[in-house]
């Protein structure tokens, strides 16, 4: 049975940083494309930014375009999202998500991504 855990998430000061980390149980991530994406309270899913199953390939929404950093380690079989100026807005649940393909488009949409974890809190607040 595959398991994504997402870690990393917590409470920061606006302008501050976190890194969050993505493992897998059951599967080895480094064959798949993965994704990072967030809910806030009473809004939709956001997808954030996805990585091919190199890493030579990914994509970045608007809304973090800048701000995060999308990287995985594949001797730690491990997914990362680097999140720098971090604001107010940026306050949700943050998941990672995988799929069975390597590749990934233009966008990051999470239809496209069957394999999910619990999701870790990131609150951003002064």
């Known amino acids: 049975q595959w398991q994504l855990v997402e870690s990393g998430g917590g409470s920061v000061q606006p302008g501050g940083s976190l890194r969050l980390s993505c493992t897998a149980s059951?599967?080895?991530?480094?064959?798949?494309?993965v994704g990072w994406f967030r809910q806030a309270p009473g809004k939709e899913r956001e997808g954030l930014s996805c990585?091919?199953?190199?890493?030579?390939?990914?994509n970045y929404a608007d809304s973090v375009k800048g701000r995060f950093t999308i990287s995985r380690d594949p001797t730690k079989k491990t997914v990362y999202l680097q999140m720098n100026n971090l604001k107010p807005e940026d306050t949700a649940i943050y998941y990672c998500?995988?799929?069975?393909?390597?590749?990934?488009?233009?966008?990051?949409?999470?239809?496209?991504?069957?394999?999910w974890g619990q999701g870790t809190q990131v609150t951003v607040s002064s």
């Open positions: 059951g599967l080895s991530l480094d064959y798949y494309a």
């Open positions: 990585i091919s199953s190199s890493g030579e390939n990914t």
């Open positions: 998500a995988t799929t069975s393909r390597s590749i990934i488009g233009s966008t990051c949409n999470w239809n496209a991504y069957t394999w």
